[in-house]
């Protein structure tokens, strides 16, 4: 088959082909602040990712400076004193599941040099989260309380879209589910009003190239394990199944 696609086209094809490839969770950034013209390309960007009834239900606010700083320092002193009435909010993995985050768990604290007993090393390693990882900046992603899981799968194809578009450009991003442990908090610091569900944060930033877990290349399963194709030849195998099961 003769390709149809322009030169300028196949490099197009690379160009995100690298991208994704490029995009990682950064988890040590750089104290070099975001260009606000870099956040806003690729803000103007993810606008155009597709959502449910064109709902565009994602509601991101973005914290730096001293807004950032206060932010920090509250979470970090629930973080660290909370207690069995002040359990974090974030649902658990089920059993299934859990093995994904033990694994990613080896990978990053293996790079970080933490040894699996260091219990003191492991805890201020968590701590990181409430700190960004060091990021200047940080996004707070919201959704009408309201809306649905349909609306919810359109949030993080928006999220999808924003990371890719500020990798393009250079930045880092990391996606922080662990930040809505403490919606109380948060929404107290950066006056976010109750109708708002509190999913995730996304710290940005400059990447700390020295910080050996950011050369990572997390685990992903094969392709089959998660995609199945049904076709005109399954149907034949089925049926041809049907008819020897019946005689």
Known sequence: MVSTLSHRG??????????????HSTRKFLSKPVPRILLDEALALAQLAPSNSNTQPWRVVFAEGTRRDQLKKALLKQAQHFDESQLPKIAQLPEAFQHYRQELGEQVYGAMGIAREDTASRERAVLRNYEFFDAPMVGIVCMHRE?????ALSVGIYLQTLMLSLTARGLGTCAQVSLAAYPEIIRSELNIPPELSILCGIAVGYTDPDFPPNHLHINRDPVEKNISFLDDLELAHRSDWNTLVRA
């Open 10 to 23: 196949l490099l197009n094809i690379f160009d995100l082909d690298q991208t994704i490839k490029d995009r």
């Open 147 to 151: 809306l649905g899981d349909a609306d």
